[in-house]
């Protein structure tokens, strides 16, 4: 494996090497089997946090149909995928069931602990909270507003009401995030809500009618009132916060000039590697979370050989 897709399978949260079963899971009888077989696990989803297990080394808590059995029905279950020959479902939990549930581990933020878990545990938590995400934000129908039933384990919704029966299905919202380069600098900035110190790279949404490419560049003159050219595909992550899939990119700037426009931002400036890296040191800059793919691309543009542009 080469390129962006060695790039994008290393990213967090890429589910790698989960069998996903898009055709059998269609079929009720295999999903029912799979359902009741012993094997099988549920990883309860509570609003936007995930179960674990408490310690400083946390695992997803998994539950099997019986367990599960003893709180909520398990034809709730989303089914995510199979791993080894063990069928892995997502619950969502509503706020009054899950007290029970909090014996067994403690809901947490997958952003915070994701850094403590395996990369296999993340992906499945991360799969498994923005499926609950989808299920929770579409219970009805957005064409007629009547009531929608699950299919297909969980991976499509259907409308009840017979004259509508509009199919849903779970939607990922495209987002393009960028590292800009201009003579051996990137250009990082940060948001007035963010923790103190923190600089990133720039980010926004890809508009309906857009292409990635076209969304780089509007974002980046929008935010920081620079022309970028060069620009070049890096990797991919799927963000579940709520349900983003973050395309990340390269780009050079035309020139150095900052502007900031939409108000998006508070600051933003030009690092060189050596005064990046002397600033992380020292505590006066923070890199965002070591598992996004911002700190993907901001790792990697540190480890480049400085070359002019
Ligand atoms: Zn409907």
Known sequence: ????????????????????????RKDPEWLARKLRDPESVFLPVRQSKVLVTNGEAPTPVLFSPKQLGQYKQTDSGVFLGEREGRAYFAVELEETDFGAFEE???????????????????AILAYAQALGYW???????????ARNEIREAGHSLCCVNPECGA?????TDP?????????????????????????????GFVEPGESTEGAVAREIFEEVGVRVTNIRYHSSQPWPFPCSLML?????????????GDSELEHARWFGRSELLEAVENGAVKLPT??????????????KECRPT
């Open 135 to 145: 299920h929770r934000r579409n219970r009805f129908c957005g064409v007629c507003g």
């Open 175 to 203: 987002a393009i995030i960028v590292l800009i380069e201009r003579g051996g600098k990137c250009l990082l900035g940060r948001q007035q809500t963010w923790a103190r110190g923190v600089y990133s790279v720039l980010a």
């Open 167 to 171: 199919a849903h299905f779970p939607r």
């Open 290 to 303: 070591p598992v996004s793919i911002s700190y993907r691309l901001i790792e990697e543009w540190l480890e």
């Open 1 to 24: 494996m080469t390129g962006n897709m060695e790039k994008s399978f290393n990213n967090t949260f890429v589910a790698n090497g989960l069998e996903r079963e898009h055709n059998r």
């Open 104 to 122: 067994a581990g403690k809901f947490k933020d997958l952003r915070s602990v994701a850094p403590l878990l395996s990369r296999e545990d993340g």
């Open 248 to 260: 990340g990119f390269t780009a050079e700037a035309e020139d150095d000039q900052i502007t900031l």
